[in-house]
Every structure is written in C-alpha cells, then in structure tokens.
Nanobody, 121 residues
C-alpha cells in the first residue's frame, strides 16, 4: 500500500507565497518522476511542474519563474514553492508520483488527496 500525503495549502493574498509538500510512504522500491497538478473549478486537471529521478524539471508556462519544484529522495518527498501567487493560481493541487512497489511490474501512477490553494484578497 502506497500513500501520498500533501500539506501546505491554504488562503494567501495575491503576491504571497506558499510551499506545498507531498510525502510518499508505504512499500516503495523506487520513485521515478514526481509532480504537481492542479484543477480549478470547471477546468481540466493540468500539469503544474514535474521533476525526474535525476532532477530534471518541467514547468507549465503559466508558472515559470514563479514556482519551483524540488524533491528530497531520502524522504520520498516532493515540494512546490509558489511565489508571486495570482488569483488564477487558485485550484486544488494534487501530488503525483510514478512508484515501483514489490507487487507491481514497473512504475504505477499514484495520486494524493489534493490540497486547496486559494489566492484572494
């Protein structure tokens, strides 16, 4: 059993910052890519940023220069530092990870439960 547990969401004013964390736990052999997605009301879930096992990063154009993704391999944790937040960043943010477990063949996708980020004055 693998779990992804997110934390760090909340209400912040425009221009403010938040840091999201997502820790993976359970029967984990290895973790490949980890990432953050978001879904705003009435919109499809979209990729915000991801990071490979080797540390290569990829960002949505809308967050480049404002958000930074990082990971701590020893802690099986991925972070999303969000600066200069805008009202349009308001969404539920989901953690995603490609995880290999003893029961599987190759890596399977796992998702966190989501954490709400609201940017409003």
């Amino acid at each position: 059993q693998v779990q992804l547990v997110e934390s760090g969401g909340g209400l912040v004013q425009p221009g403010g910052s938040l840091r999201l964390s997502c820790a993976a736990s359970g029967s984990i052999i290895s973790i490949a890519a980890m990432g953050w997605y978001r879904q705003a009301p009435g919109k499809q879930r979209e990729l915000v940023a991801d990071i490979s096992s080797g540390g290569s990063t990829n960002y949505a154009d809308s967050v480049k220069g404002r958000f930074t993704i990082s990971r701590d391999r020893a802690k099986n944790t991925v972070y999303l530092q969000m600066n200069s937040l805008k009202p349009e960043d308001t969404a539920v943010y989901y953690c995603n990870a490609a995880i290999t477990t003893p029961a599987g063949w190759g890596a399977d996708d796992y998702w966190g439960q989501g954490t709400q980020v609201t940017v409003s004055s």
